[in-house]
């Protein structure tokens, strides 16, 4: 059953074949088996998945089933999840029992899925590696001794070991994308405001979204399909309907046009990655569509940039763990002062105090400028050069990540060249454009991704794109050794 | 972009953070080094180009001023630290 994609077990699940009881239980004896040392988990919520899984069941006898009704997910613990802790692989939170659901956990429940348990991550969604969460890190099923990506590497990896059949993810430089090229799944960041933001912890509120991760491009568009939709509680929701994300997974590429940049097909490339992504360009030719040379000319700018907006969004809102309210909360503090610094230093980590100790600065008086609104108009560049881009072509495309995994400690202590594993991603989330990452070959046993983006709303293109190349490819089909 | 220990423990306390002693020279260098590669912005002209803070140019919606919210403090106090009578409680501020 652990090689079924999300579209033919729900397929299953129609005919009889299984019970959503019976799969739910055969994904908890694999998760029970093969995590361990992966440690794609924080919490396994195994009573609650076979209740709900029993539901699911009486819901789909009653006849009242949708595409997702039965089918087991990971959810990355960055998702409030009412009665279920929800730690953000912070210790800050690690005693946090979440009093609501974030409108994804709702929306996944309404539509009957049923929830295994919460995914490990980078603390705070703060890195590429999944090396800062508290609870250890990850490992690529590919390579244990490599990294699986992150933010949302226990996610990514959870899909890659067939211990889920699909799994939710965060991006606000890439933590779906880049995780997802790393361990050889499908991953689609939806343009900023179509996936609400509502119990999704704040990491940095002007880039974050929500978004699937999955085997195949037909299972993203269905779990895109239940995450989408406006939501009154987030204010950047945008309202717009949701499409039929399946609808259009069939369309023929003829005459579609890729634009791809000089600027992502430079010399920070390794070459493996980048011959794999020449292969499927050529593919993306046989299919009928053309490719364009574009430029985007500030692309260099990107990643400067994200390290000022991100940091500056990141230190105001995680000024809300105070120890006040809810979290972590030092022994005997001595006054208030004592306590906040004191409950702040032990809960959070040390890239999580880096980004907050940054953000400060280049908020603080005199340096508001000179950094913030800085980056801020850089910003503006970097949208603009998108804008002009998707006049001439339909979709962009380059590699996701310019390695393939690295291995684990090899860049913990240089945070700035593991800022650079995200220079492919980060623009896009400024932008607020949607992309999506889609297995696309191998470089020594590590998979390899390719990156498509889209214009605003595009989500529907970039699923007809992926799925497209993957009826030609089988890459998305191959299983790590140790885990078939 | 250079920073010092002092520096460094300005912005923590800033930030309300308390980091040890022994770390700072880390923190020196590595936000050094942060800041040192953010300098890379210096090198576009932005005069006149106004700043994105949204990037579909959207603005916040207003709903109308009406209670939307049930009253749940005993359960959203059930995780805090210390309460007495639906209250926070801290350190005493004023003696």
Same mark, same amino acid.
């Given at each position: 059953m652990q090689h079924k994609t999300l579209a033919e077990l729900s397929a299953g699940l129609d005919s009889g074949d299984y019970t959503s009881e019976e799969l739910t239980t055969a994904c908890l004896e694999r998760i029970e088996r093969l995590n361990g040392p992966l440690n794609c988990f924080i919490t396994v919520t195994a009573e609650e998945a076979l209740a709900a899984a029993r539901a699911a069941d009486a819901r789909r006898q009653s006849g009242k089933a949708g595409p997702l009704t039965g089918i087991p997910y990971a959810h990355k613990d960055i998702f409030c999840t009412r009665g !279920? +802790?929800? =730690?953000?692989? =912070?210790r800050m939170l690690d005693n946090f029992i979440s009093p609501y659901d974030a409108t994804v956990t709702q929306r996944l429940a309404a539509a009957g899925a049923v929830m295994l348990g919460k995914t490990n991550m980078d603390e705070f969604a703060m890195g590429s590696s999944n090396e800062t969460s508290y609870y250890g890190p990850v490992r690529n099923?590919?390579?244990?001794?490599t990294v699986p990506g992150g933010s949302s590497g226990g996610s990514a990896a959870a899909v890659a070991a067939r211990l889920v059949p699909a799994s939710t993810g965060t991006d606000t430089g890439g933590s779906i994308r880049q995780p997802a090229s790393l361990c050889g799944v499908t991953g689609l960041k939806p343009t900023y405001g179509r996936v609400s933001r509502y119990g999704m912890i704040a990491f940095a509120s002007s880039l974050d979204q929500g978004g699937p991760i999955t085997r195949t491009a037909e299972d993203a568009a269905l779990l895109l399909e239940a995450m989408a939709g406006f939501d009154e509680r987030d204010s950047t929701s945008v309202d717009q309907p949701v499409e039929d994300y399946r609808a259009g997974l069939g369309n023929s590429l003829k005459g579609m046009k890729i634009g791809l940049p000089a600027e992502y097909f430079d010399g920070a490339v390794d070459s493996g990655v980048g011959d794999a992504v020449e292969q499927a360009l050529e593919e993306f030719r046989r299919l009928g569509a053309e490719t364009v040379d574009i430029r985007l000319p500030h692309t260099y700018l990107s990643v400067p940039t994200y390290y000022v907006v991100a940091p500056a969004e990141c230190s105001s809102n995680l =000024? +809300?763990?105070?120890? !006040? +309210?809810?979290g972590h909360r030092c022994q005997d503090p001595q006054d208030l002062e004592d306590m906040y610094k004191r409950s702040r230093g032990e809960g959070f980590g040390a890239e999580v105090k880096r980004r907050i100790m940054i953000g400060t600065y280049a908020l603080s008086a005199g340096y508001y400028d000179a950094y913030y609104l800085k980056a801020q108009q850089a910003r503006h560049l970097i949208r603009d050069d998108f804008r002009q881009a998707f006049e001439a072509v339909d979709v962009i495309m380059g590699?996701?990540?310019?390695?393939p995994a690295f291995r684990l400690g090899e860049k913990v202590d240089d945070p700035v060249t593991m800022y650079l594993s995200d220079v492919y991603t980060i623009a896009v989330n400024l932008a607020g454009l949607p992309g999506l990452s889609v297995p696309a070959g191998f470089v020594d046993g590590l998979p390899v991704g390719l990156h498509v983006i889209g214009n605003y709303f595009d989500e529907a293109r970039l699923l007809n794109v992926a799925h497209q190349y993957q009826q030609v490819s089988d890459w998305h089909t191959r299983v790590p050794e140790g885990f078939e | 972009m250079e920073l010092d220990d002092a520096e460094v423990k300005k912005i923590a306390h800033l930030a309300r953070l308390g980091i040890d002693p022994a770390d700072i020279p880390e923190y020196v260098r590595n936000l050094t080094d942060i800041l040192s590669f953010v300098e890379q912005l210096n090198k576009v002209d932005t005069a006149g180009v106004p700043p994105l803070a949204h990037p579909l140019d959207a603005s916040q919606r207003l709903r109308a001023d009406v209670v939307t919210e049930t009253d749940q403090r005993a359960e959203f106090q059930s995780g805090a630290p210390l309460v007495e009578d639906g209250l926070y409680l801290v350190p005493k501020v004023i003696e």
């Open positions: !279920v +802790r929800t =730690s953000c692989a =912070s099923p590919w390579n244990q001794d =000024s +809300r763990f105070d120890g !006040v +309210r809810f590699p996701t990540t310019p390695t | -």
